[in-house]
Nanobody
Framework: QVQLVESGGGLVQAGGSLRLSCVAS????????MGWYRQAPGKQRELVAV???????NYADSAKGRFTISRDNAKNTVYLQMNSLKSEDTAVYYC?????????WGKGTLVTVSY
């Protein structure tokens, strides 16, 4: 069982920045594909960004050029740097860890972007 704990959410003005962090309890964190997802009110959960074991990254079109996902395997932590935030980025952001058939989720951290 892997526990994921997100932090770093909060209220920010449009155009501002936030950095989300997710600490994993996994013994072999480096083997997991890590991702950030989000769910806005009334919408389905959607992928924001993922980073593979080798450090390759993939982003949703809405995140490209504004968000950066990174990982620090020594700290069992994955980050999401979010810049130029927009009101439509308001959502609960969830951390995900996946390896084979195993799939784990954090409880989420709320990001609210005001006009």
């Amino acid at each position: 069982q892997v526990q994921l704990v997100e932090s770093g959410g909060g209220l920010v003005q449009a155009g501002g920045s936030l950095r989300l962090s997710c600490v994993a309890s996994a013994r072999i964190f480096s083997l997991y594909v890590m991702g950030w997802y989000r769910q806005a009110p009334g919408k389905q959960r959607e992928l924001v960004a993922v980073i593979t074991r080798g450090g390759s990254t993939n982003y949703a079109d809405s995140a490209k050029g504004r968000f950066t996902i990174s990982r620090d395997n020594a700290k069992n932590t994955v980050y999401l740097q979010m810049n130029s935030l927009k009101s439509e980025d308001t959502a609960v952001y969830y951390c995900n860890a996946a390896m084979g058939a195993m799939d784990y989720w954090g409880k989420g951290t709320l990001v609210t972007v005001s006009y």
